[in-house]
């Protein structure tokens, strides 16, 4: 007879793990109990026959339910007691301090799917149907420990039968916080857009209003989204006017996978992430013809798809006609999506026609995740819903709070060398989401039983709201607060995620404020315990207006022309390779014109190593786009140009010491421009600048002694320039890196500055190393 | 240190020398009323039952000659501005010039005739004056200063929550204007300097609602309207809200500011009035502004509110808000 404590970390709340104690203890004739800690993790006492405990933890492990996580278990001899059973003890408050996470969003499972459409369940076509392996967790959770109360389901007393289940360890249910069924749980209405309730089963009205072409608000697990009918060009066309969206793609949510292979290709890894509990979008090659209208993701040779991830979405396909949605985020541009039902009201009447609202409160807003697999890998371009709030792990131990940088963001929590990144937050320029990204720390702080802070890090950008936030947080709760540059801390993303020490980091990016106050984006970069240097980059081009030339790329075309020719020579490039993009200007002409004499005086004109308007440029040289409407569109739509292109015209961007000089791409590609076809020419831009950026990569990591390339930023997305560089690098003997779990954009940009917060911290790297 | 040319640009690098080394290194700064260490507009002393006010203004600004203006025109009119943004009724100005040798006589009759025309339209007499002449190539800077009397001083950190913020007319126009000549930007239409002398519009709302129910005022120059707001939210302690859409902005100066990339908020007005009144009284004000010469484009553009204490928030329709933040470095420098 032998007993033991048991202290188990990592995902074991709101997974089913405490039944599943229950169970293996029973099924070794243990005696005991099994007790949820709060943030602390499970607390196991056992005893019995030795042999028996010993194969009670070695199924522990082995058998344990599908969503938990066992990251840690400390075991401890203890006098036996003398229990008469084994049993489930009531939850403790935890406060410990401990490493224990509440798991992500889960799809719907096959279990409760499969009662969700069979007539005499009791849960038939109830769309909160779930138990303990499925179901929302981050999205209504307020507190930890996991239990009803601290979420918002307890709204929503549970009746008999559902408590039956609840209490029963053996039923699925047992302890699944948010069971209920139509008798208790919560519902759905459907409504006009003047809040008029529509009488009759809602899901069904709603699904056949979307067959008429109406579009829908939805509210479903972490946010609401706008559904029309997805093969409905006009229905698509009219949603992107009420979004006031000419051009951003649409995700779109088919009913299955034999619907998604109708329009798009799916490789296995594809499918794999596509049919994953965490259901995100995955931006998929087109078929061509594409059978969907053009304008869900128009000039892209990708469109994002999902599919259902709760029961209500496969309800809604269960009574429509349509295998399609749109179901896009309901928001404004660059306002947060609205979750709540009065704000949809306020915020949605001109959007939606008709609103199917439920009224179970969403208090984390989660969007969808969004994947693209870039060179045969997983590259998160938003994380959020299906993976926050899972953890990263870095090799420092502190608590800490990094706030990000300005678009895409998410900010990341640090605690017991990890970093907890947030959902996606948006665009911080704006106030909503500023107040929605505050609202969301203070979240991530009670979760985690995180009170103060070691350390805060922020981007370098003077301007950006989130440095003013963690100077305001750092005055307030006396802490520390660490400016990092932002592609120190895109390639430090790489190195945690991958556990390296140094490598030769490649950063192709939009913008990011440099150390000397100029627009960074295209930088290979030395970045190790040791130290941090900037090694290369491109060479430094003049943006007349400054961040204009992000939305009117026409304007980085010029200022990077202006290196190579005189002002009447660049006039009549322009007016002989792409006229059309003049009119494009808001003021075409006398804008140009304008935009002339700011490059020869230097009015209002900033410089820029940016990969990204670079990319840009091109786009606007080949007449591909003129206009940015969506974070990235120029240079999306160039790639998706580029998968056209056949050969490779061997374009060259020449190097002198650290300075990449692109410029010179655009005078080869003038060169052949008219002989030959405009696609080859964007193909061969992105070889060479993957080349040209390998290349210098190659030889600084010869230099350095370094064995590992790192690549991060915005353009690790870019399926040819990743690949080039791939090849070169490892043909080279060198090792490839780049991350496949956190963002490679601005949204995983917190995992970086958590990084280089612990290499400060811990004496390695200086403040002056990280922003000088 | 060395001075950098930031340590003028209106922005935080200036504040901080005026703080931290002007401020500083001066110790007799007040005369009884509102003294230097307030940086408002202007000083006030008391005086019987009343206030004298008083203020200087030095300026530099190039080219002397610009479309709507010039240097005469600007050195009378910034003085009585801040004059008139302190609630003062100019009384008299003094004028001292810095001229560099070489200087054409011609040039220097037509910014005196200037000088004369703008303080008659106000009116205020130049009473006193002073001119040097310099061997450096500086062409001409006049500085003036003025003197005023208020029967009750407004300054720029009055506002309450729940007030009203009011412009005079439109905004960006001096900026705009002297940066597209200066860099020779050839818009459609020529854009003027919108600098004028606007006591008289301060006065008319004075009569309309009282001294007592303007709370605040200020003279959106250098660092512009985003300046000018900052200034009084964060004196006042309050966030001030305000509509994009409703802040008058002449087409042509929208224009040319979409075209160079520059705010017109962020750039300097040298003929108009921020001014924060009681809610009840805002549109009195208004009708009073619109009914003088000067105000005729006077709109309503925001409110004082209680969160976001120091900041200004400026709502862009559909867009949702953002913060406005004064300019860190000066986007058109010598304009005034
Ligand atoms: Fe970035
Ligand atoms: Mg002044
Ligand atoms: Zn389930
Ligand atoms: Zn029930």
């Known amino acids: 007879m032998k007993a033991y404590r048991l202290h188990v970390q990592g995902i074991v709340q709101a997974v089913g793990f405490r039944p599943f104690v229950y169970r293996i203890a029973h099924e070794h004739g243990l005696r005991g109990y099994v007790k949820n800690l709060g943030d602390a993790g499970v607390e196991i006492v056992v005893e019995g026959p030795e042999g028996e405990i010993e194969a009670f933890i070695r199924d522990l492990h082995a058998k344990k339910p599908p969503l938990a996580r066992i990251e ?45 459409f069979n007539p005499t369940d009791k849960r038939y076509i109830y769309p909160f149907i779930v138990c303990t392996n499925c179901g929302p967790r981050f999205t209504i959770i307020e507190d930890l420990p996991y239990d ?41 209405r459907l409504y006009t857009n003047d809040g008029r309730e529509i009488i009759g089963d809602p899901l069904k009205k709603a699904a056949e209003l979307i067959d008429k072409g109406y579009i829908v608000a939805v509210k479903g697990i972490g946010g609401i989204h706008l559904a029309c009918d997805a093969t409905n060009e006009e229905a698509v066309a009219e949603l992107r006017r009420r979004t006031h969206r000419p051009q951003k793609p649409f995700a779109i949510m088919a009913r299955d996978v034999e619907t998604v292979e109708e329009f798009a290709f799916i490789s296995p890894e594809e499918l794999e992430e596509l049919t994953s509990y965490r259901r995100p979008i995955l931006t998929l090659r087109k078929r061509e013809p594409f059978p969907l209208p053009e304008n869900l993701a128009p000039g892209l040779h990708t469109v994002g798809v999902m599919l259902p991830y709760a029961g209500t979405h496969y309800i809604l396909f269960h009574w429509s006609k349509s295998p399609v949605y749109v179901m896009t985020s309901a928001n404004y541009p660059g306002m947060p999506m609205v979750k709540d039902n009065e704000r949809a009201f306020e915020e949605l009447r001109d959007v939606a026609d008709y609103f199917l609202l439920h009224n179970r409160k969403i208090l984390n807003r989660a969007d969808d995740s969004v994947i693209r697999f870039v060179n045969g890998r997983r590259a998160v371009i938003r994380r959020s819903r299906g993976f926050v709030p899972l953890p990263i792990g870095i090799p420092f131990d502190y608590r800490g709070l990094a706030v990000g940088a300005e678009l895409m963001n998410a900010f990341g929590v640090v605690k017991n060398g990890k970093v907890y990144p947030s959902q996606y937050i948006g665009n911080t320029s ?33 301007t950006y709201n989130t440095t003013k936030l963690a100077m305001e947080l750092a005055n307030e709760m006396n802490v520390e607060l660490l400016q990092v540059q932002h592609h120190y801390a895109h390639i430090a993303s790489v190195m945690a995620e991958n556990g390296l020490d140094e490598v030769i980091g490649i950063a192709v990016d939009g913008v990011g404020y440099g150390t000397d106050g100029n627009t960074w984006g295209g930088e290979v970069i030395y970045l190790s315990y040791e130290d941090v240097e900037r090694l290369a980059h491109i060479d430094y081009y003049p943006l007349p207006g400054g961040d204009l030339a992000s ?98 015209l061997k374009f060259e961007v020449p190097v002198d010491g650290e300075l990449m000089h692109v410029e010179e791409l655009f005078r080869d590609a003038l060169e052949v421009l008219g002989r030959a076809p405009p696609a080859d020419v964007a193909y061969s831009v992105h070889l060479a600048l993957g080349r040209a950026f390998a290349e210098i990569a ?75 | 240190m060395k001075i950098k040319l930031e340590h003028g640009a209106g922005g935080e690098i200036m504040e901080e020398l005026l703080r931290e080394v002007i401020l500083k290194s001066l110790t007799l700064k007040s005369a009884g009323g509102i003294g230097l260490d307030a940086l408002d507009d202007g000083a006030t002393i008391p005086f019987g039952d009343k206030h004298l006010v008083f203020t200087i203004d030095g300026h530099t600004v190039k080219p002397l000659f610009f479309p709507g203006g010039d240097i005469g025109r600007l050195a009378v009119s910034g003085t009585v501005n801040d004059l008139a943004v302190m609630g003062a009724k100019p009384l008299a100005l003094a004028n001292s010039m810095i001229i560099g040798e070489g200087f054409d006589g011609e040039d220097l009759k037509r910014i005196l005739r200037s000088m004369d025309e703008t303080a008659r339209e106000v009116p205020v007499p130049i009473v006193t004056g002073d001119t040097k002449v310099v061997e450096d190539n500086i062409g001409m800077f006049v500085i003036t200063a003025g003197i005023g009397i208020a029967e009750r001083p407004i300054t720029d950190s009055g506002a309450e929550v729940g007030d009203v913020v009011l412009v005079s007319g439109t905004i960006g126009d001096h900026g705009i204007a002297l940066m597209s000549h200066r860099e020779g930007i050839a818009f459609e239409t020529e854009l003027e300097s919108d600098v004028a002398p606007i006591w008289e519009v301060v ?68 003929g108009k009035v921020v001014m924060i009144v009681p809610r009840e009284h805002a549109e009195e004000a208004l009708e009073a502004m619109r009914g003088t010469g000067r105000g005729k484009n006077a709109a309503i553009i925001g409110e004082v509110i209680e969160k976001y204490p120091g900041r200004v928030l400026v709502e862009t329709g559909i867009g949702g808000k953002r913060f406005l933040e004064p300019p860190a470095g000066d986007p058109v420098p010598r304009v005034c």
């Open chain 1, 72 to 116: 840690k278990v400390e075991r401890r001899e203890i006098p036996p007691q003398g229990f008469d059973r084994f049993y489930i003890e009531k939850s403790s408050q935890g406060g410990k301090g401990g490493d224990s996470v509440i798991p992500p969003d889960i799809a719907i499972c096959d279990d409760c799917l499969r009662e969700l």
């Open chain 1, 148 to 188: 009803r109360e601290n979420t918002t389901m307890r709204e929503f007393p549970m009746c008999d039968y559902c408590e039956g289940e609840y209490r029963d360890p053996l039923n699925r249910r047992y302890h699944a916080e948010p069971v209920c069924c139509p008798v208790c749980g919560p519902s759905y």
């Open chain 1, 430 to 462: 704006k106030v909503e989401v500023l107040e929605f990204m505050e609202g969301a720390i203070k979240h991530f702080q009670r979760l985690l039983r995180v009170k103060e802070f070691d350390l805060i890090v922020a981007d370098l950008h003077p």
């Open chain 1, 551 to 648: 939305y009117y790329p026409l304007r980085a075309l010029m200022g990077i022309l202006s290196k190579v020719y005189g002002v009447e020579e660049l006039e009549g490039i322009i007016e002989r390779c792409c006229p059309k993009a003049i009119e494009s200007l808001r003021y075409g002409r006398v804008e140009f014109n304008v935009v002339l004499t700011q490059l020869a005086k230097e009015v209002n004109t900033s410089y820029a190593s940016s990969t990204g308007r670079v990319l840009d440029a091109f786009s606007v040289l080949l007449n591909v786009a003129y206009r940015r409407h969506y974070e990235g569109e120029p240079a999306m739509k160039l790639e998706s140009f580029a998968m056209r292109g056949k050969n490779d």
């Open chain 1, 698 to 772: 190659v030889e600084k990591a010869r230099e350095f002694g370094v064995k590992n390339v790192g690549m991060s930023g915005g353009g690790a997305f870019n399926e040819p320039i990743v690949k080039t560089v791939r090849k070169i690098v490892e043909a080279s003997g060198l090792k490839f890196y780049t991350t496949h779990e956190v963002p490679r954009g601005d949204n995983g940009i917190n995992v970086g500055q958590a990084f280089l917060g612990g290499l400060y911290l811990e004496g390695y790297l200086s403040r002056e190393d990280l922003m000088l």
């Open chain 2, 203 to 270: 006065e008319a709302v004075a009569k309309a609602i009282g001294w007592e129910n303007i709370h605040a005022m200020k003279d959106p120059t250098r660092g512009g309207l985003s300046n000018a707001l900052n200034e009084m939210a964060s004196k006042a302690n309050v966030g001030i809200l305000i509509r994009e859409s409703d802040v008058p902005v002449r087409p042509e100066v929208r224009a040319a500011s979409d075209m160079l990339g520059i705010s017109p908020f962020d750039v300097a007005n040298e």
